[in-house]
């Protein structure tokens, strides 16, 4: 017998307070810091984009975020839970409310587009008819609606990436975390992820942190939206910014910037002048 | 001079911590496992789905493996005994080494090659793609979704797998003795049943769970704990049947004194 579950709720009320919290995060890897004194707040409908050059702690903040690893030193809160001294089982509880669509997808290739889209839903037993509905939602968001028998190794790299959002995205979840979701794709698909984050960002307004190293994709999302009326992307006016589109960048495992996209494109800051160019 | 003289010091000091660190995160994660047996979800298709693939899987290997085994047994015994006149007593011989040693021992080593390399090399696959933090990420526990059904079903079906292996090598050894041989066919049996008592028995049954649970677990370990790509996956694959044959083998030994003691044979 099945008993049919919701998503548990974040464990506290959260409603005004920020969704993620990092309070001088610092993680090293064999010694060496990856990650030095971190600190940034991630408010609710607010989109942070994590910009930095390869290799410099991107992802592995993302980790830090969902708690899929554990920093040596520093606070990480998330929905108002300490993650970081959190037990396993509540973290795994947690983590319903967020959704996270890896570097590569991360599917798993041994089950189809149907059941990697549904795993979370299966997971909470919810019934067979409301996974199918969902799924189907999900899986149209992104446009593929045609692939639910396929399994990931008969789909083409911007595909595995597109599944994986409606993986994340299928809980309805309260904050997404997109590592690099444009890594290794073409131009062309590239613009499709994008415009599929832009969707979700406008039409559902998700919390949410995005990482890559693609200037142009990070300002794509600052300068573009979805337009409703016409279910299109659409550049705003010139000169507007995207108000709750903000930028961290990070360098050398520090924060070398925290703001606005006009504040980033305004900045004296060497470093950043050097990598805007 | 002094320099040439503590690296060989220090590097055997990091090598020892790394190994009881390793130890130490071996019985970490066979703890946790162990722990999710009794607490919900509790993925009973996983678990079959496994006991299907270890178990029914593994048969062919098992049966040719034992039955085999139990005719070079024969053989061998057959023509030694035949000095002293005493091929009478083959059934025994065939019975005693398959039931207490043979029997468990050469279906562990067998499932251990097909198996902890399955599961190392599965494992490892999902770690280095990023399907495990995948899974943590979607609320999962891959310890209890991955590793706990692989450590129950290895465990169950190695029981009866061993039981499977003794009774063919048995008839291996009968269908030697009988054919080739040209022995009494009934008097093999007999003798190969007599000669078997409770502690024999009990011995044989014992150790394929104490291997099912080494194979199982250091499967899993190094599955979970691989880095480095495709190649650590290979790695950890070699790695797992490697430690999981030698631990086996060690193991069986203790296993036998024990009982050499308890019950005096």
């Not at chain 1, 590592?179 to 960002?201: A, F, N």
Request: with cysteine; charged share 20%; hydrophobic share 45%.
């Amino acid at each position: 017998m099945t008993t049919a579950t919701q998503p548990q709720p974040a464990l506290h009320d959260t409603s005004r307070e920020p969704v993620v919290i990092f309070d001088h995060v610092t993680i090293d890897f064999d010694g060496k810091p990856v990650l030095n004194d971190i600190s940034f707040r991630v408010h609710r409908g607010e989109n942070r984009i994590i910009l930095g050059p390869a290799g410099v702690g991107k992802s592995v903040l993302l980790k830090l975020a969902n708690g899929l690893l554990k920093p040596d030193s520093g606070k990480i809160t998330l929905f108002g839970n300490d993650i970081v001294h959190m037990k396993q089982r509540d973290l795994f509880s947690l983590r319903a409310s967020v959704g996270t669509v890896f570097q590569e997808g991360a599917l798993f290739d041994s089950l189809t587009v149907r059941d990697n889209v549904g795993y979370r839903l299966a997971e909470e037993h919810i019934p067979e008819e409301e996974i199918e509905r969902r799924v189907s939602e999900a899986l149209r968001f992104v446009e593929l609606e045609h692939t639910l028998d396929k399994f990931p190794s008969e789909l083409s790299g911007g595909m595995r990436r597109r599944v994986a959002i409606a993986r994340a995205i299928v809980t309805n979840p309260d904050l997404l975390l997109y590592d690099s979701p444009t890594g290794g794709l073409d131009p062309i698909t590239s613009t499709t992820i994008i415009e599929l984050v832009l969707k979700q960002r406008d039409a559902y307004h998700t919390t949410s942190l995005l990482v890559t190293h693609r200037l142009q994709d990070a300002f794509m999302l600052a300068t573009h939206r979805y337009s409703h009326e016409c279910k299109c992307i659409e550049p705003l006016p010139k000169g507007e910014t995207e108000p709750n589109t903000t930028f961290l960048v990070l360098h050398e495992g520090k924060i070398v910037f925290d703001g606005s996209t006009h504040d980033l494109v305004h900045s004296k800051d060497p470093f950043i002048r050097e990598y805007l160019r | 001079m002094q320099k040439t003289g503590t690296m060989p010091i220090a590097s055997l000091d990091t090598a020892a911590k790394r190994w009881v660190l390793s130890v130490q995160e071996y019985a970490l994660l066979t703890g946790r496992a162990l722990v999710n047996i009794f607490r919900r979800p509790f993925y009973w298709s996983d678990i079959v789905m496994q006991a299907d693939l270890i178990g029914i899987g593994s048969l062919p290997i098992v049966i040719l493996t034992g039955f085999f085994t139990g005719g070079v047994l024969a053989l061998n015994s057959a023509s030694t005994l035949a000095q002293f006149g005493a091929t009478a007593v083959t059934g025994q011989l065939v019975s005693l080494a398959m039931v207490k040693e043979l029997g468990p021992v050469l279906t562990s080593l067998m499932v251990s090659g097909r198996n902890a390399s399955g599961m190392a090399s599965e494992l490892g696959s999902m770690v280095v793609t990023e399907q495990i933090d995948a899974m943590r990420a979607l609320g999962t526990d891959p310890l209890k979704k991955l590793v706990m059904p692989r450590i129950v079903s290895t465990i169950v079906m190695l029981f009866f797998l061993s039981i499977v292996s003794d009774a063919v090598g048995i008839l291996g050894g009968a269908f030697v003795s009988a054919a080739m041989l040209g022995q009494n066919s009934s008097q093999y049996f007999h003798t190969a049943y007599q000669s078997l008592v409770f502690s024999d028995v009990l011995e044989g049954l014992m150790k394929p769970i104490a291997f099912g649970f080494i194979i199982s677990t250091i499967g899993c370990f190094f599955g979970m704990n691989t880095h480095g790509g495709t190649q650590g996956v290979g790695r950890s694959t070699t790695q797992a049947v490697v430690y999981a044959s030698i631990i086996i083998i060690a193991t069986d030994f203790f296993i036998t004194q024990v009982f050499i003691t308890a019950f005096g044979r």
